[in-house]
């Protein structure tokens, strides 16, 4: 059986929040998440397609930020709320 690679994604985006949240449409963006005005997971997701995610391939997410954005406990927060969305909507899923 061959390993499986691990799937890298990178997205900038000017705050955190718009990883879960949509931003402002912002037609002069050259940041997608706010360009098409969606979250940025919903990019991310699209980019992964149901086949990737579905046969449990590893993922690496960068999520590169303004220096100014990024806090001594960003990861930490970060990786909190992206548990938490993930098993949102596992649970809503499910339902």
């Not at 002069?28 to 086949?51: I, N, T």
Request: with cysteine; proline share 8%.
């Amino acid at each position: 059986m061959s390993e499986l690679t691990t799937k890298q994604i990178t997205v900038k985006l000017d705050d955190i929040a718009h990883l879960f949240v949509a931003p402002e449409f912002d037609p002069f963006s050259d940041q997608e998440a706010e360009l098409l005005g969606q979250p940025a997971l919903a990019s991310v997701l699209r980019q992964l397609g149901p086949a990737t995610v579905w046969k449990g391939h590893p993922l690496g997410l960068t999520v590169q930020l303004p220096p100014d954005k990024i806090t001594p406990d960003l990861k930490t927060r970060a990786e909190q709320a992206l548990d938490r969305f993930c098993t949102a909507h596992i649970t809503d899923r499910e339902a």
